[in-house]
């Protein structure tokens, strides 16, 4: 089965959807991951001294090094600026979506839920687009892929979290992949890769919050109990 996994920023991969990543992949579905800009507007560059041109060659390169430690079939990494994509012809970024679509043929495709999580707009952006592009294909009779997934999380965050979080509820999820022990190093390891965010990492907690369960919505389906896996019943 192949999987196409679609966000906005370097990262977004790690924060949270990276067991799952492991699991399919040891589990040996072919997995790909298209990032739409190269995160170059992050704070990090100002206490690094970086233009956001420097920024940016720097996390695509540490984006080259968590694609190696994923095991991932292609990373592809576009270079909409970072922060904006609200400000961007939505058409622009359709286009650029559907054609890697069109290249990749995944079974199933992957964003993040309709809040967000995090509710940054490049994160809200990027659902609405992917949805866009899932819905207009399907009206094309277009059979890949065949499933659109939201990656979620279902418990609350602790007190203590860097972020504001949104959660989807119980009802609303519809796959809940349980990972290893294994997948969970290879969690860890894909954010050592970003060096240049260790800060932000470590006040996130991201490494304690993240659970060996990762959580998905999909799209028009409804699965209760849910499934354990993303290519379930296609």
Do not use: W
């Amino acid at each position: 089965m192949k999987i196409l996994y679609v966000f906005p920023h370097p990262d977004d991969e790690s924060f949270g959807p990276a067991p799952a990543i492991a699991n399919q992949v040891r589990n040996g579905d072919e997995v790909y991951l298209l990032t739409l800009t190269k995160g170059e507007a992050t704070k990090q560059r100002f206490k690094l001294d970086l233009s956001k041109e420097e920024m940016g060659q720097i996390r695509y390169k540490e984006m080259q090094e968590v694609a190696k430690v994923l095991d991932l079939s292609d990373l592809t990494v576009l270079d909409f600026p970072d922060n904006q994509l609200k400000e961007l012809d939505p058409i622009e970024l359709e286009e650029a979506v559907e054609q890697h679509i069109l290249k990749v043929e995944p079974d199933v495709l992957v964003t993040y839920a309709v809040h967000g999580i995090s509710g940054f707009h490049d994160h809200l952006v990027s659902h609405a687009v992917v949805k866009r592009v899932y819905c207009s294909m399907q009206r094309k009779s277009k059979r890949i892929p065949s499933r659109l997934a939201f990656f979620t999380l279902m418990d609350a965050p602790r007190e203590d979290s860097l972020f504001d979080l949104s959660t989807s509820n119980e009802e609303e999820i519809d796959c809940i992949l349980s990972t290893s022990d294994a997948d969970m190093q290879k969690f860890n390891r894909a954010l050592d890769c970003y060096e240049t965010y260790q800060e932000v990492i470590e006040k996130s907690n991201v490494r304690d919050e993240v659970t060996n369960e990762v959580s998905f919505e999909f799209f028009q389906e409804n699965f209760s109990p849910p499934v354990d896996s993303l290519g379930a019943q296609l």
